[in-house]
């Protein structure tokens, strides 16, 4: 079994920071790919970045610039430091994992921590 457990989210006003950790435990061999996505009420969910494993941090246009992901291979945590928050960027944070274990290659979700930017 593989836990993804977020942390990090909460309320903040616009122009403010935060930053969003996810740690994956359990069975893993190997980890290809960590992220985050997000989900605002009403709306489907959206990439918001990623960080392959060796590979090119990948970032939606709407927070390049504002948004850093960042990974500790060694504690399997991936970060997401977001500035500059703006009112559109509240929503349902997840992150993901797209690794390998005894079961083969698949994605893991973690259970979503609340992003709210308002004044």
């Known amino acids: 079994q593989v836990q993804l457990v977020e942390s990090g989210g909460g309320s903040v006003q616009p122009g403010g920071s935060l930053r969003l950790s996810c740690a994956a435990s359990g069975s893993i061999f190997s980890i290809y790919t960590m992220g985050w996505y997000r989900q605002a009420p009403g709306k489907q969910r959206e990439m918001v970045a990623a960080i392959p494993s060796g590979g090119t941090r990948n970032y939606a246009s709407s927070v390049e610039g504002r948004f850093f992901i960042s990974k500790d291979n060694a504690k399997n945590t991936v970060y997401l430091q977001m500035n500059s928050l703006k009112p559109e960027d509240s929503a349902v944070y997840f992150c993901?994992?797209?690794?390998?274990?005894?079961?083969?290659?698949?994605?893991?979700w973690g259970q979503g921590t609340q992003v709210t930017v308002s004044s």
């Open positions: 993901y994992a797209y690794l390998q274990n005894a079961s083969g290659r698949q994605n893991y």
